[in-house]
């Protein structure tokens, strides 16, 4: 009997960076859309070549598991917030942002982000030879499916960084680095057209002028995804149908559909199936779980998705249906999120960032994401800042008796009480 796959009650949607092993045929990458009504931007040049054959860096994989448990971490707390909202984020380009941050961090802030991101046991050195193979690999995954990570940091003119900072990030994180008057409105500007730029103007802005007096630094991270089904939908095969929505609604969507082989995963909690891109190399994953959706994302974590992905199957005369559908996320603030996976310090004025310049920390992570899935393909963008402000003068702790209090003089040592009193009045 054929096998029907409705993707229709609830989805989960992942894009999967890997080296998937079933793949079919091969079509053309996406048109770039045209937005030629944003302009471009001088960006200085990095040292990370796009065309290049071979990755640079060497692979790691305590790194790739890491950034997979960061990556459940956060969408689960991301969740928890937005339960009742439809949610689409990259949580590599949080990670390589904060990666930036981490290159600067010193003492118990580096800690703490170490504990949270899981690179407990991977020293720095490795850390960012990881992140080196990571882009570069990634940025050269598919001659079909056109993939672009970027990372800047963009600096207050005058304000004076570690060049150790600098020359780190842009040796293993290929990133841009810019130093402009943030008192000129147009620093916004240009900002945002490097940000407009790196997402193919899928995201025109994310940085509003004018730029507090107190920001020294932006850290950026910018991820830009095009690729084309391996095996397309056919336009004339999608139709109007309904969907069973989160709030017990029943929407309509235009849902393609295709029959043929699929690679598909099940067990009691849900029902998966993969859809490659290109070659293969790049795929998104549709999960549909068999209960509520936001208990199977409360104890979701990375050992269950790595279960999904080994126990792909390839499944011959399958109906695969899927929606067309559009996500814009965002801009949305992350600092509740990563203060409670444990990296509070980084937001507060205890934060050590000295590695970078001293008495710093991070005031906002903003993040924005969006989608377009179609019969052609996938197009998706996602951008993650770091804003970087001065820590503020602060007040002198106060202590003043000027009440009533009790007094004792003792040794220091060994603690006795040579003197004890009470002192209740003024003077009268």
């Not at 900072?165 to 057209?193: G, H, M, R, T, W």
């Not at 139709?239 to 609604?249: H, I």
């Not at 080994?310 to 990563?338: C, D």
């Not at 003043?400 to 004890?420: C, H, M, Q, R, S």
Request: proline fraction near 3%; glycine fraction near 4%.
């Amino acid at each position: 009997m054929r096998r029907i796959y409705f993707l229709i009650p609830v989805l989960i949607f992942i894009l999967i960076f890997s080296a998937c092993a079933h793949s079919i045929a091969h079509s053309p990458i996406l048109k770039d859309k045209d937005h030629s009504d944003v302009p471009e931007t001088e960006a200085p040049e990095n040292s990370l070549n796009r065309k290049e054959s071979g990755a640079a860096g060497e692979k790691d994989i305590g790194l790739i598991d890491a950034n997979k448990r960061f990556a459940w971490d956060l969408f689960k707390k991301i969740n928890e917030e937005d339960s009742d909202k439809e949610i689409f984020m990259s949580p590599f380009s949080v990670s390589g942002m904060l990666m930036m941050a981490y290159n600067g961090a010193e003492g118990s802030t580096r800690d703490a982000m170490a504990r949270a991101m899981h690179y407990e046991g991977l020293s720095i050195d490795d850390l960012n030879e990881g992140y080196k193979y990571l882009i570069s690999r990634l940025n050269n995954l598919d001659e079909k499916v056109k993939i672009e990570i970027a990372n800047s940091i963009w600096s207050r003119k005058g304000f004076e960084i570690k060049q150790n900072f600098i020359d780190i990030n842009k040796s293993y994180l290929f990133s841009d680095v810019e130093s402009l008057d943030f008192a000129n409105p147009e620093s916004a500007n240009v900002i945002n057209n490097w940000v407009s730029k790196k997402t193919n103007n899928l995201i025109p802005s994310i940085i509003d002028p004018p730029i507090a007096d107190d920001v020294m630094m932006y850290l950026i991270n910018a991820i830009y995804f095009n690729g084309e089904w391996t095996e397309a939908f056919k336009v004339k095969n999608t139709f109007e149908t309904d969907f069973y929505s989160y709030d017990r609604k029943t929407d309509k969507v235009q849902m393609m559909q295709k029959n043929g082989n699929a690679d598909l995963s099940e067990s009691d909690e849900y029902r998966a199936a993969s859809l490659t891109y290109g070659n293969g190399k790049a795929a998104m994953m549709v999960i549909l779980p068999n209960k509520d959706i936001n208990e199977f994302i409360k104890n979701f974590d990375h050992k269950k998705w790595d279960e999904i992905v080994e126990n792909l199957r390839p499944v011959r005369n399958v109906n695969l249906q899927l929606p067309k559908f559009k996500i814009e996320y965002g801009i949305k603030e992350l600092n509740n999120s990563l203060a409670s996976l444990g990296m509070e310090v980084i937001f507060s004025e205890r934060a050590d960032f000295s590695g970078i310049s001293e008495n710093l920390f991070i005031n906002r992570v903003l993040h924005k994401a969006v989608l377009d899935v179609n019969e052609e393909g996938t197009e998706a963008a996602a951008v993650t800042v770091g804003e970087v402000m001065k820590t503020s003068y602060s007040e002198p702790i106060k202590f003043i008796a000027n009440k009533p209090f009790l007094f004792v003089i003792y040794d220091t040592e060994d603690g006795n009480i040579l003197f004890a009193g009470k002192k209740l009045f003024g003077d009268r």
